[in-house]
């Protein structure tokens, strides 16, 4: 069994291109699950990639958005 290898928030967030906040975020909802040792928060590349792969389908699903009744003859 290889080694579990662990991430920084610093490197997810450069991995991943996006905002440490948004890291943070994610790791406080409980999205990202996460280790702390001292200061420094750690992942699992696995929770990471796992993390990634559930964010990339919500974003893909098709959201239904409602619109004021005012508004209709716009759309």
Same mark, same amino acid.
């Given at each position: 069994m290889?080694?579990i290898?662990?991430?920084?928030? /610093?490197? =997810?967030?450069?991995?991943? %291109?996006?905002?440490?906040?948004?890291?943070? !975020?994610?790791?406080? !909802?409980? /999205?990202?699950? $996460?280790?702390?040792?001292?200061? =420094?928060?750690?992942?699992?590349?696995? *929770?990471?990639?796992?993390? /990634?792969?559930? %964010?990339?389908?919500?974003?893909?699903?098709?959201?239904?958005?409602?619109?004021?009744? *005012?508004?209709?003859? $716009? =759309?």
């Amino acid at each position: 069994m290889p080694p579990i290898r662990w991430l920084t928030v /610093e490197q =997810i967030r450069k991995q991943q %291109r996006m905002r440490r906040q948004t890291v943070l !975020a994610a790791m406080h !909802a409980g /999205e990202l699950p $996460f280790e702390q040792r001292g200061r =420094i928060r750690y992942a699992r590349v696995c *929770d990471v990639e796992a993390w /990634e792969e559930a %964010r990339l389908r919500r974003e893909a699903e098709p959201r239904t958005l409602l619109v004021h009744p *005012d508004l209709v003859e $716009f =759309i």
